[in-house]
């Protein structure tokens, strides 16, 4: 920072304000959690202290905006340069952020869904002693009232400074900034489908008096301003971003549908005379439908992919680079949050059924005395869909080749997700899958798998360039 500037940093002539509100929708279910352990379960959701609603914090909104301009403007590793945010922790001479985004609260009371999570040993494939917890989630469909302040001096570089906000902004309107927790496993993803802008220039008597009198903390103003309202946020300014985006990833987009039942068990409590186990639920539309769940389909691809790793004699740090780490099963002492994305699934066109089972005993060879048990899994028909999405950030070739490989025994049912695969549950058959590798600054390479009915074979464009991603894998298992 220059003389001039650090002279008046406690000064800032502003000259304009930009009011943005936008209705924000939960397309998933989010985990905002409040670390309370007082809380009847391991996780919470943080709560309004007066009325039983949701709280987001602004803090929570600013850091995944800041983190994904970052990314976007930059690329993935590289150092944050924006003047949306302000200065990084390290910098005490740095100036604050001109982008004031205020707390929102749920437009209604809450509506929780409980999740429960268990870690697997790789090696026994069975859980882990007390690894299991449990933690509350926003239902899809919750709304946000997000309402940001841009604030503009006369030393800023306005022009760069709306591009970055429109650049955020527009993150939102992609639904491409999940918020909360566990966003790399399909938790949080959100959109932004309506916007209200106002600007009012500072200079001008008029409009800041207009600015003294606005209802700044009236939580709709959709009726009172229809002429604020753009659907596309770049409808409300004529400034392009001209940044491209400098990410560099591989995205797959899988079409399965349901070889054998399906069965993940649900952590929610049950209503009288249900099942003692039943598929996980979750609430999209206003209605319940079947869900595979990111967290459990992480889980089995990494398993697998241990597996693969193992059967090719090469260290296992490939995959901790890819799915992520945490002190017990790595030697540097260091976490490492995952690369991989894995949405959460919801599967189409279902049919419940429940099942009777019984344990027998090993010695005796007869039925195990209180050890019947009722489960309801999910069947699939002709129409049955589910689309399995996975992102890879920063992907080097062998990792593409081992993401091939998983792919693969998806498709062909030898990969099976979910509980009881022991009995032939879980196994998917594959339809089509497109497969796009995005590399920064220059053009896309996409791919395409299908196979439209199990009698029929299965077509891939340029099998020739997929197969060097696997004959990477290989060459570095060499190495």
């Given at each position: 920072m220059n003389r001039e500037r650090l002279k008046h940093r406690n000064q800032r002539c502003i000259i304009e304000r930009i009011i943005v509100r936008g209705s924000l929708v939960l397309e998933t279910p989010a985990c905002l959690g409040s670390g309370d352990t007082d809380s009847n379960v391991d996780l919470a959701i943080l709560r309004d202290c007066i009325e039983d609603k949701a709280l987001l914090m602004g803090s929570s909104t600013a850091g995944a905006l800041r983190n994904y301009l970052r990314e976007f403007s930059n690329g993935y590793n590289a150092i944050e340069t924006s003047l949306l945010f302000?200065?990084?922790?390290?910098?005490?001479?740095?100036?604050?952020?001109?982008?004031?985004?205020?707390?929102a609260l749920s437009s209604k009371?809450?509506?929780?869904?409980?999740?429960?999570?268990?870690?697997?040993?790789?090696?026994?494939r069975t859980a882990e002693e007390g690894a299991k917890y449990d933690f509350e989630v926003l239902e899809a469909g919750t709304q946000f009232e997000l309402c940001f302040e841009l604030l503009i001096d006369s030393t800023t570089n306005r022009e760069q400074l709306i591009?970055?906000?429109?650049?955020?902004?527009?993150?939102?309107?992609?639904?491409?900034?999940?918020?909360?927790?566990?966003?790399?496993?399909?938790?949080?993803?959100?959109?932004?489908?309506?916007?209200q802008v106002w600007k009012f220039n500072l200079q001008d008597s008029k409009q800041r008096q207009e600015w003294l009198n606005f209802p700044h903390w009236t939580t709709s103003l959709l009726t009172e301003y229809p002429n604020n309202i753009y659907n596309s946020i770049q409808?409300?300014?004529?400034?392009?971003?001209?940044?491209?985006d400098k990410r560099t990833h591989l995205t797959i987009e899988a079409i399965f549908t349901l070889a054998s039942p399906l069965l993940i068990r649900s952590g929610q409590a049950s209503v009288d005379k249900a099942p003692d186990v039943v598929h996980l639920k979750s609430w999209r539309h206003d209605q319940l439908v079947p869900v595979l769940s990111g967290t459990s389909l992480a889980g089995v691809l990494r398993h697998r992919a241990e597996r693969i790793v193992n059967t090719l004699h090469k260290n296992k740090s490939i995959i901790d680079g890819i799915f992520g780490s945490d002190f017990t099963n790595n030697t540097t002492k260091e976490t490492k949050a995952s690369r991989l994305t894995v949405d959460e699934v919801e599967i189409i066109d279902t049919a419940d059924l429940i099942q009777n089972r019984i344990a027998i005993d090993r010695f005796t060879g007869g039925a195990l005395h209180g050890a019947l048990f009722d489960e309801q899994p999910i069947f699939g028909n002709d129409n049955t869909k589910l689309v399995i999405k996975l992102e890879l950030r920063q992907p080097e070739n062998y990792e593409i080749g081992l993401l091939l490989l998983l792919l693969k025994d998806l498709w062909t049912g030898d990969l099976a997700v979910g509980g009881t695969s022991s009995i032939g549950r879980g196994k998917l058959q594959g339809i089509k899958a497109n497969i796009t590798h995005c590399k920064a600054g220059s053009s896309e390479l996409t791919w395409t798998i299908s196979q439209l009915s199990k009698k029929e074979p299965v077509t891939v464009t340029d099998a020739n360039a997929l197969e060097e991603y696997v004959a990477a894998l290989h060459k570095e298992v060499a190495a």
């Open positions: 302000g200065a990084q922790r390290s910098d005490d001479d740095g100036e604050q952020s001109p982008l004031i985004i205020n707390d009371d809450i509506k929780v869904e409980l999740r429960d999570l268990v870690k697997i040993n790789s090696v026994r591009r970055e906000f429109l650049i955020v902004l527009q993150g939102l309107e992609k639904a491409e900034i999940p918020i909360g927790m566990k966003k790399r496993r399909g938790f949080g993803r959100c959109c932004v489908r309506l916007w409808e409300a300014f004529d400034v392009l971003p001209a940044t491209s």
